[in-house]
């Protein structure tokens, strides 16, 4: 969309939910030998409900549902997934599992939810990888590749001031969004985000990967590195996107797009199929406000410099092309400046215009 305002709009930080007890966890026995599920098999759940599958939001406002691993002795990979209604709202979810300091501490799948056709899914604060104040921290993982997810807070890699959280989102299909069923809806999509004072980038890693053109993903805000809140909010993000023949799906967001500069934002776009002399949408701001920041990667080439950094996404043999990353696309009418979308421009696009005059390379600020 066109930018009206030229002056960056600061946002505040996250509204403070405060969740209640835990109405359910996954079971997590070492020694049970089914060590996957689905939602609505009654076994898999303990502290639920006349030992029925916990139903979102049922507990009362707030309250948390978690998918964690075991806090001692072995730990194993353990999968469900979810592929019916799980009706009600404002209810905390947490997807943790593998220990920082367990056996499989670098396996996301340790604990792994697959969102399938039929789920719907409604929540409040949706945490995939979750670490916590004391020694050890929480890996996890969500591929959704049909379904609707809606939540007021996605926050993929979340709370590690000192054991590490590390979050996985890979979607290939369905629906991803806020949840305007909420009162204070503030629809944050969060990537690599610490909400604690003194946690690090190093202390979250949070990854988004899209895969293909076929997901519909829309937010109201988009965080890759942490929040602008003085340096303590901070992680490390990093977005994949895997373009195919028919392009990629992008993120919309209607109010900002924020990548710290004191966080770690990471962009990588690799080319599926053939996909050539198109420009590829990333994010869509459909509000008014610009880029807060740049990503400091692209590729694994450094994109400190902000506007006018090229990278080749070699995967199209006989294309050879370089994209130059644009920070001020307008997705709505494909002007190569005046908008406040992130958008790869195939080079000879922007080659032409800068010969023209038409254009000047940006810097960071």
Not at 179 to 186: E, K, L, Q, R, S
Not at 236 to 257: A, F, L, P, R
Not at 268 to 274: F, G, I
Request: charged share 15%; net charge negative.
């Amino acid at each position: 969309m066109k930018l009206r305002f030229f002056s960056l709009v600061l946002i505040c930080l996250m509204a403070t939910i405060t969740f209640g007890g835990t109405i359910a966890a996954w079971i997590q026995d070492p020694c049970e030998c089914r060590l996957s599920g689905n939602w609505t098999e009654a076994w898999v759940w303990k502290s639920s409900s006349n030992g029925q599958p916990p139903v979102i939001g049922s507990g009362g406002t707030g309250d948390e549902i978690k998918l964690n691993g075991v806090t001692s002795g072995p730990m194993r990979p353990v999968r469900s997934t979810i592929n019916t209604d799980l009706p009600n709202y404002n209810c905390k979810l947490t997807v943790a599992g593998g220990r920082s300091n367990g056996p499989l501490c670098s396996d996301v799948n340790a604990r792994r939810v697959d969102i399938l056709p039929n789920a719907v899914v409604d929540v409040g604060q949706f945490q995939v990888g979750h670490g916590n104040s004391s020694g050890t921290g929480w890996w996890g993982k969500v591929e959704q590749t049909d379904g609707i997810v809606s939540a007021e807070k996605l926050m993929i890699s979340y709370y590690g001031t000192r054991g590490k959280a590390h979050g996985e989102y890979i979607i290939s299909g369905g629906t991803l969004q806020d949840n305007a069923g909420i009162t204070g809806n503030t629809g944050r999509l969060m990537v690599g985000t610490g909400v604690t004072t003194g946690s690090n980038t190093a202390n979250n890693e949070g990854i988004l990967t899209i895969v293909g053109n076929d997901a519909t993903i829309s937010m109201k805000e988009l965080y890759v590195g942490g929040t602008p809140a003085a340096g303590t909010y901070l992680g490390t993000g990093t977005i994949n996107y895997k373009v195919k023949s028919d392009g990629v799906s992008q993120i919309t967001v209607s109010n900002s797009i924020i990548l710290p500069a004191a966080g770690n934002a990471i962009l990588n776009v690799t080319m599926c199929e053939a996909y050539v002399n198109q420009p590829i949408v990333l994010v869509e701001n459909t509000g008014t406000s610009a880029v807060d920041g740049v990503f400091d990667t692209i590729n694994g080439v450094s994109a400190a410099g902000g506007e006018g950094i090229t990278i080749n996404l070699g995967a199209c043999p006989d294309s050879g092309l370089d994209y130059w990353l644009d920070y001020f696309y307008d997705a709505e009418t494909g002007a190569l400046e005046g908008g406040n979308d992130i958008a790869l421009i195939p080079e000879p696009a922007t080659i032409a215009l800068l010969s023209l005059g038409l254009i000047a390379i940006r810097r960071k600020k």
